[in-house]
């Protein structure tokens, strides 16, 4: 079975500062690759997500995530994270037939 | 479009009661699909839908019912809450594929006591 792993439960980052949020995963075909991040109290949105094609994705709001097969991972990054970007942030494979595997999630907080 | 929505927002019931998560998207995609939410695990999937008709498992099933009688609808029964199913939900849709990006709801917190 898929797995998802994101090493680091918390991160805190300086107002300003830059932004690498680590994902690993397992699945022996070409991975559906995903990244969402959810604000407190609120559901989730899509930031970015890789399938096929160039292995550097851009997405919302700044962020871009690098897809390396080698490494099985799809970290996620931003050069100048600002205040609103606190958040949980879950990084999801989506190969199998049937939905989302997710990470367990990375706490962002940002000091000012 | 008012996207994926989700009722109720909050309940709490007692060991043993029913209810059911109500679901449903107006944009007309073939794949719903339910997960739960706990505190350091992520999201993990309970049932989900290719179609009207079909439902399916995911990882966490036991004491869930669900049933797709539309496109639009995808409710989530509980048969009898315990309180190991204290926890948030979330409902889902995509248009159809993999590739296809999936909107979620806004989620239900549900306390079971």
């Known amino acids: 079975a898929q797995s998802v792993t994101q090493p680091d439960i918390h991160i805190t980052v300086s107002e300003g500062a830059s932004l690498e949020l680590r994902c690993n995963y397992s699945y022996g075909a070409t991975p559906y690759l995903f990244w969402y991040v959810q604000s407190p109290g609120q559901g989730l949105q899509l930031l970015l997500k890789?399938?096929?094609?160039?292995?550097l994705v851009q997405g919302i709001k700044g962020f871009e995530a690098e897809f390396k097969r080698s490494q099985s991972s799809f970290n996620l990054r931003k050069p100048s994270v600002h205040w609103s970007d606190a958040a949980e942030y879950f990084c999801a494979e989506g190969g199998g037939a049937d939905g989302l595997t997710f990470g367990k999630g990375t706490h962002l907080i940002i000091q000012p | 479009n008012a996207g994926v929505t989700q009722t109720p927002k909050f309940q709490v019931l007692k060991t043993g009661q029913s209810m059911t998560l109500q679901c449903a998207q107006d944009?007309?995609?073939?794949?719903m699909s339910w997960y739960r939410q706990d505190p350091g695990m992520g999201l993990r999937l309970i049932h989900y839908s290719v179609g009207a008709g079909i439902t399916d498992q995911g990882e966490v099933p036991n004491g869930y019912n669900v049933s797709r009688s539309t496109t639009e609808d995808f409710p989530l029964r509980l048969l009898s809450a315990a309180p190991s199913q204290t926890s948030v939900y979330f409902c889902?849709?995509?248009?159809?594929?993999?590739?296809?990006?999936?909107?979620f709801g806004p989620g239900t917190r549900l306390t079971v006591l």
């Open positions: 889902a849709s995509r248009l159809a594929t993999r590739t296809d990006t999936q909107y």
């Open positions: 944009m007309n995609h073939e794949y």
């Open positions: 890789y399938f096929s094609g160039d292995t």
